[in-house]
């Protein structure tokens, strides 16, 4: 018992050595979390990275001839982003300048998603299989925006790094077997990585809340959002099992924080 006790409180011994960053502004969500980044790969890089595997993606596509061939569907996603991207200097002012970008690939999938540095990509499945209003698109993309502008990547690669070498560093200290190795991998997955993903994943929908209410989306978009997306799903795993919030859970959150985006909307221009 002690032992375990020891390899589940190594991740935040380690955490502690970290630097504590806070990546954007507040705003009316009031996303104030400090985030801790372990030495690595600096923002920088890691949006040079992301442009290289953003362009790969790209080119792949490209040559199985399924990039940007909606006209209609590609024109649609740039005007929404259009709309959306002067909103993220109320979070992140840099954020501003980044080559931003906005491309589309034909496939049944229900996915979308933003790159640091402002890479974003979409597939057709989720717009067609869900029938996506635009406002309900602006949501999606206002979540997407919200990860690269708090550097969730960067955290999640910096937090895996920290307790991979915690789990390590117990087993050696500890001489735990492979039983209890496996099981103090299992603490670190579900105690501390899990519930950092759903919390990011929490993140993302506020701001992407606050993002497109600002742009002139109505808030409400986002519970009908994430109701299409739990109807596209089946369900889930139970939330303790899940990086993401149970849908349940998701759209409470999100009908709680509507009236702190209102004002917002009905202040911008209203789409």
Sequence with gaps: MRSRLILLLFPLLILTGCQAVQTTDSGAVGVDRKQYMLGGASS???NQ???QAYAKVLAEARAKGVLNTDKAMLNRLRRIADNLIPEVTHFRPDARSWNWEVNLIKSDQINASAMPGGKIL????IVDKLKLTDAEIA???GHEIAHALREHGREASSRAGASQVAVQLGAALLGLGEGSRQLADAAVQYGVMMPHSRSNESEADLIGLELAARAGYKPEAAVSLWQKMASASGGG???FLSTHPSPGGRTEALRAAIPRVRP???ASNKR
Excluded: K, N, V
């Design 44 to 46: 920088e890089q890691i």
């Design 49 to 51: 990275a992301s442009a």
């Design 122 to 125: 979409f597939y057709t499945g």
């Design 139 to 141: 949501q999606i993309m």
């Design 237 to 239: 795993p139970p939330e």
């Design 264 to 266: 917002l909307y009905e």
